[in-house]
């Protein structure tokens, strides 16, 4: 799921919790994605999707709290 337009880098990493995935916008316009290195490779493709749809969908830009734009998404 390429994003056109879009500058993004994957890290993968241990969180220390059980968090798969999150997302971080930069302050140069591109996007960091940490993928838990806890998780297996099923799990990094389903969360990178995860993560490229909240930056699809702007979801990064704003004041808008994280429960509700999970609950928009269907997490």
């Given at each position: 799921m390429p994003?056109?337009?879009?500058d ?18 930069n ?7 940490y993928l838990n290195?806890?998780y297996?490779y099923e ?6 999707e995860?993560e490229l ?5 702007d979801?990064?830009?704003g ?6 734009i ?6």
């Open positions: 994003i056109e337009d879009a993004y880098f994957i890290r993968v990493m241990s969180f220390g919790v059980p968090i798969p995935a999150v997302v971080r916008l302050s140069d316009g591109t996007y960091m994605i290195s806890d297996d799990h990094w493709l389903d969360s990178w995860h749809w909240h930056i699809v969908h979801d990064l830009y004041e808008k709290d994280i429960r509700d999970e609950w928009k998404k269907g997490a």
